[in-house]
């Protein structure tokens, strides 16, 4: 049976890396080898599935999110936020990189997907920086690095999908991601600043600043500011304060976009009706990989695949810490060809148990785990930011430019995780002292 399961998993990867849809990859491999190893009692096992993941009351969080930041991206909040921070921080050596960062963050913490904060941003981003000749890499590298900051800081889609996987609540993910996500924000910005003060030429100064008084800075900010603040406070602080599910929060975080599309008078019947399409191709799209995981590591699980994994890794007599670092560059490494969702269904049920039995605690686990993730979207063949900067880029920022700009932010990523590693109360404070 393990030597089936072991077959399992090599058949998977093989058709990962002929093209094969991970999700068709999943579920044919899962379907040979359960009719293989089981005959017509697999369907009883795939009912099973398909109920227990239609049941899952907090995976309906997925599309209320997903909805919230479609909504999000065409209310026209975007714009009004992005000139008001520019008010604050244009001036400063790489202003405007600077502000490109702050905004990611502010927007990641509004929509919870990656793709449509660092979509929205860019397009706003790049117009500005290009006009007064920042450097491309910079340009590309506080972007993309910026719009992955939607993985790591609630409330994220990736940390709603892991929660079920790692058996680990979702709101002691939600807290304990919020200071590595900050921290890592900040590590940005301060490489941004300092970057810009040693070779000036790389973000200029704005030259034509106009002055403002300070009253009327304080009343742009304002009005561009509170909203999503409100929105944000309404979301996480309802699932950290213990009121709402994660599910719960999400239907308040939908109700709010649709209350500040209609504020700022850009709710009209197109722009909902290209909100529910996008909501509904990519829940789709979600849902039909986790069901196809289910399938796969029902299967590979009852062949002992589990077993044999944790016993090859348990026998290779590492330290518990050589072992986490092995398990988490096994990650690293196919972050290069693989998607998140990828990773994570096929790794996250089996190494968390692993993890665990060596002393770790799960939660630590999941967001070290889930840093790793993220350096996935920055780290090339695979690279969604690049992909995602690369259909709003003007032709004259390269790919070349890009993976160069993004070079340095990986390093603060490793910064981070290294934090993270030898802080673990980075993590664990704030979710026992919310939940304990």
């Known amino acids: 049976m393990e030597l089936a399961a072991f077959l399992m998993f090599l058949a998977l990867l093989a058709l990962i890396f002929l093209g094969i849809h991970i999700a068709f990859a999943l579920f044919g491999v899962g379907l040979v080898f359960g009719i293989f190893i089981y005959g017509d009692a697999l369907i009883w096992q795939f009912v099973g599935r398909v109920e227990s993941l239609a049941s899952n009351y907090i995976l309906a969080a997925v599309p209320l999110f997903v909805f919230m930041g479609s909504l999000l991206e065409r209310s026209g909040i975007a714009e009004r936020l992005f000139d008001a921070i520019q008010i604050w921080v244009r001036r400063l050596p790489g202003g405007l990189a600077v502000g490109t960062i702050i905004m990611c963050i502010i927007f990641a913490a509004s929509t919870g997907v990656v793709g449509a904060t660092e979509t929205v941003v860019g397009l706003l ?6 006009k007064y000749n920042y450097d491309k890499g910079l340009i590309a590298g506080s972007i993309c690095s910026g719009g992955s900051l939607g993985t790591i800081i609630p409330p994220s889609v990736v940390l709603i999908v892991m929660g079920p996987l790692a058996d680990v609540s979702i709101g002691w993910l939600f807290a304990g991601s919020m200071i590595p996500g900050l921290i890592m924000a900040l590590l940005y910005i301060i490489y941004t600043i300092g970057l810009c003060t040693l070779r000036p030429e790389a973000g200029p100064r704005p030259e034509d600043e106009v002055q403002m008084p300070l009253g009327q800075k304080l009343v742009i900010t304002a009005k561009a500011l509170l909203p999503p603040l409100m929105l944000i406070i309404a979301v996480l602080g309802s699932i950290l304060a213990g009121v709402a599910s994660p599910t719960e929060a999400a239907a308040i975080g939908s109700a709010g976009a649709v209350i500040l599309a209609l504020t700022y008078g850009s709710l009209t019947l197109s722009l909902f009706w290209e909100a529910i399409m996008k909501t509904l191709r990519v829940t789709c799209m979600i849902m039909l990989i986790l069901l196809a995981g289910t399938v796969f590591t029902g299967v590979f ?38 998607e998140w969702i990828s990773i994570l269904l096929i790794f996250i049920p089996i190494f968390t148990p692993i993890v665990t039995q060596m002393g770790f605690d799960s939660v630590w686990f999941c967001i070290l785990f889930l840093i790793v993730i993220q350096t996935g979207y920055l780290t090339p063949p695979m690279a969604p930011a690049i992909f995602y900067l690369r259909g709003i880029a003007p032709p004259e920022i390269k790919l070349t430019d890009m993976y160069r700009g993004v070079v340095p932010f990986l390093a603060l990523q490793a910064i981070t995780m290294g934090i993270v590693m030898a802080f673990p109360q980075t993590v664990l404070w704030l979710p026992r002292l919310l939940f304990n």
Request: glycine fraction near 12%; hydrophobic fraction near 70%.
């Open 125 to 130: 981003a790049i117009p500005a920086m290009m």
């Open 301 to 338: 699980f009852s062949m002992g695949g589990g077993s044999m994994i944790s016993d090859f890794l348990l026998g290779m007599d590492l330290s518990p810490w050589l072992l986490l670092l092995f398990i988490l560059l096994m990650a690293f490494v196919l972050g290069f060809f693989l």
